[in-house]
């Protein structure tokens, strides 16, 4: 008997870092916030829209917000990371967020919820995002070393794609039995878990304040040199900032454009969206084949423009409720699959051309960079709807996307990039859904 129960105790079946409780925490902690985060995108415009009767310029504004942090603080998070002991960082931006979270169906409640109090709940959990993420993904290579990255990482991407795929369709789901706002506290909850969840991990032994003779300002200038003395580098910021404003200006209607325009409920917007999640799960599996038969940088180029025609399709969705639906879940596959192909050989390029002793400093640097225009983004998509309707910005974006090709493909060196450039240093892998920025 006890040599049967022995085969069944989990160290029998458990392999690589499934055996590490440490590991365990961390990855158990971002899945569920992941999740959690799939929640939030649906609930929060829906509680501005369902509740408080937002105009599309007020959900403009909201999306600016929670994306201002981004390139706010980007420049000083990495280098304050470098700085602080990473654990408690995570910690307290992890209930940072659950406490602006849970303010919305509070305030509900209590009949005072207004769209500034979404606006500071925006704020606020951008701000605990742009702080938390680059201090978990520090903390995790001290925990399970650089020799067992891949397979850390490899794990995280099966969290990522899973909250993805099913992450709509319950965010969804607890929308239309629930309401948005209890919604949201399930979301508060979960970052209340992962801090739960993480307060028992010792530290790393690397884990702890460290100080340069440089001070900030260096720091953060040589992030910006780096990037500005890369032609691939200062190339891929100023692309990304550009479609930034497309990508934004699409995200502050999109749930409008779904609820008012083609009259979809919670539960059906949360259905269509796991349409996205299919489309990044085939992108993981298509990107290597595309590459070695397109070329790397060609394979960036056509995943951008396809980012346009998904933003085209969504964007012209109309006739009845089927068929309004399909066009909506293709473009939705179309724009993930394209937006995810392009990530992915995205960050692969980036770290692959950065130093690794550099990595984090123009990691940040990037993300800043990228992420510059994206509140203009969110407000301009927003006063587009406003003055010519929720479909015009989704449109737009598809049309300046498809537009920026040309530039792009002359001014960059993705056109003639059949291959990836040497590696200066060993690559780290990242985890997607905090790269692309809201």
Request: proline share 6%.
């Amino acid at each position: 008997m006890n040599t049967h129960l022995a085969k069944l105790h989990p160290q029998r079946w458990l392999t690589g870092l499934w055996r590490n409780p440490d590991f365990v925490r961390l990855w158990g902690s971002l899945t569920i916030t992941h999740f959690g985060g799939q929640v939030t995108f649906l609930a929060l415009p829906l509680t501005a829209a369902l509740l408080l009767n937002a105009t599309p310029l007020q959900v403009g504004i909201l999306t600016a917000l929670e994306v201002l942090p981004f390139p706010l603080f980007g420049l000083f998070a990495g280098v304050l990371v470098d700085r602080l002991p990473k654990l408690p960082v995570i910690i307290w931006a992890d209930l940072g967020r659950a406490l602006a979270l849970a303010a919305v169906p509070v305030c509900a409640w209590t009949g005072v919820l207004s769209m500034p109090v979404l606006y500071v709940a925006g704020f606020l959990v951008g701000t605990g995002s742009v702080i938390g993420w680059p201090a978990y993904q520090v903390f995790m290579t001290e925990r399970v070393g650089r020799k067992n990255l891949v397979e850390a990482n490899a794990k995280i991407g099966i969290s990522d794609s899973a909250s993805q795929l099913m992450g709509p369709g319950i965010a969804g789901a607890l929308i239309q039995w629930l309401t948005a706002p209890i919604a949201i506290l399930l979301d508060a909850f979960s970052f209340a878990a992962s801090a739960w969840m993480l307060r028992g991990i010792p530290p790393a032994a690397t884990d702890a304040p460290k100080t340069t003779g440089g001070g900030m300002w260096r720091e953060i200038g040589e992030g910006l040199s780096a990037v500005w003395h890369n032609r691939t580098l200062r190339a891929l910021a100023w692309s990304l900032a550009i479609w930034q404003v497309f990508r934004h200006a699409y995200i502050a209607v999109v749930i409008l454009y779904a609820a008012r325009k083609l009259g979809f409920s919670a539960g059906h917007v949360g259905i269509l969206f796991m349409c996205a999640g299919v489309g990044s799960l085939a992108s993981a599996a298509a990107v290597g084949p595309l590459n070695a038969r397109f070329g790397f940088g060609p394979t960036m180029l056509a995943a951008l423009g396809g980012t346009g025609i998904g933003w085209v399709v969504l964007g012209a969705a109309t006739g009845g409720h089927v068929v309004a639906s399909i066009a909506f879940g293709l473009g939705l596959l179309l724009l993930d699959f394209s937006a995810m192909t392009f990530f992915i050989n995205y960050l692969t390029l980036r770290q692959t051309v950065t130093p690794d002793r550099l990595l984090g400093r123009v990691t940040a640097t990037m993300m800043s960079l990228s992420t510059v225009s994206a509140p203009f983004g969110g407000l301009l998509g927003g006063w587009i709807a406003q003055h010519w309707g929720l479909r015009a910005p989704i449109l737009l974006a598809g049309a300046g996307a498809l537009a920026m090709i040309p530039l792009v493909a002359r001014l960059s060196p993705l056109a003639g990039m059949k291959t990836l450039p040497a590696s200066p240093e060993p690559v780290i892998t990242e985890s997607l859904p905090e790269e692309m920025a809201g």
